[in-house]
């Protein structure tokens, strides 16, 4: 089972994230902040990552430039998430994998969410 990890501070949106990729067979964690991140990620070992622009502590962009910086996890998929007009943008500057803008068509989500779980077992 693959295993994702999401950072939003909104429920309602964690909520539907985790009834849908249960669902598909994922093993979902949660967090509503940036606390701790790295002990975090290292209790969670997520294969894949989303995180959202507005996330209480850091923020978005420097906790995925903390996870990129770190020679343990800089190899976990980190798709950036937000409902900013420049979401490619502040994907780029935090130095994401992917993105998706907020609303997200869960399509997208799963079709992303599959291309990078494709790639991990190849």
């Known amino acids: ?18 009834y849908l990729l249960e669902e598909n067979g994922w093993v979902v964690h949660t967090r509503r902040d940036c606390s701790d991140l790295l002990a975090t990620v290292e209790r969670c070992e997520p294969d894949i990552i989303l995180m959202d622009n507005w996330i209480p502590e850091e923020g978005g962009i420097v906790a995925t430039q903390l996870l990129k910086s770190n020679e343990r996890y800089k190899d976990i998929p980190v798709i950036y998430f937000s409902a ?6 502040l994907a780029e500057e935090a130095g994401a994998d992917s993105w998706l ?4 068509d869960l399509n997208d989500l799963e079709a992303m969410l599959n291309t990078y779980k494709q790639k991990a077992s190849d």
Do not use: W
Request: aromatic share 8%; charged share 30%.
């Open 1 to 18: 089972m693959k295993r994702i990890l999401i950072f939003d501070d909104d429920a309602d949106i964690l909520d539907i994230l985790i």
């Open 101 to 104: 803008a907020k609303p997200f």
């Open 84 to 89: 900013n007009n420049n979401i490619k943008a």
